[in-house]
């Protein structure tokens, strides 16, 4: 837990958190205010549980959410928060314990579905149902589907190219510069 709560460790979860709030909030436009919006607010919260681990990810994505709607002038909804915290886990978990850190296109690609795929399809439709009232859970995750589809495609190209092009080059060195051997 030491190491999670490192100095660089913090610095770079406050800015992922930020710049999640400012794709979903600001950049983010909804289709039906009640249960879709597209935005590409996840990816900061993969990019978390891959570079920092699952705890890191699931705080982003847990801290992003709440403060993300306290900014936006809505109440927060836990359930609805329980599901950028699952990306960020799920995220964090896949990349330390099943793939051991060694990723590649395919690997993040897969983290990404399948992240997504839980947190947001899944249990974020279920947590709409419960919010808005909505009287099918079926109904609603069929409807939000081919949106999903096409954001976890865009959330996917967009976290695999970001990984590939800063981890090793910033973000690692940026990471060990205040790691203590």
Request: with cysteine.
């Amino acid at each position: 837990m030491k190491k999670t709560l490192a100095l660089r460790n913090l610095i770079l979860m406050a800015l992922l958190i930020a710049v999640s709030i400012i794709l979903s909030r600001y950049l983010g436009f909804y289709i039906d205010p009640n249960s879709l919006r597209i935005s590409f607010e996840c990816v900061p919260m993969m990019l978390a549980g891959i570079w920092l681990g699952p705890v890191c990810g699931m705080i982003v994505g847990g801290a992003a959410d709440i403060l993300g709607s306290l900014l936006s002038g809505y109440g927060c909804f836990l359930p609805l928060t329980a599901g950028p915290m699952l990306i960020g886990l799920i995220s964090g978990l896949m990349a330390k314990y099943l793939f051991k850190g060694n990723l590649n296109v395919l690997k993040t690609i897969l983290i990404c579905v399948v992240s997504e795929f839980i947190g947001s399809l899944i249990v974020g439709t279920f947590a709409l149902k419960l919010y808005s009232g909505a009287e099918s859970y079926f109904a609603l995750f069929i409807m939000r589907l081919p949106f999903k589809a096409i954001i976890i495609t865009g959330d996917t190209f967009i976290v695999s190219l970001v990984h590939k092009l800063l981890y090793e080059k910033a973000v690692k060195s940026f990471l060990k510069v205040g790691a203590r051997t």
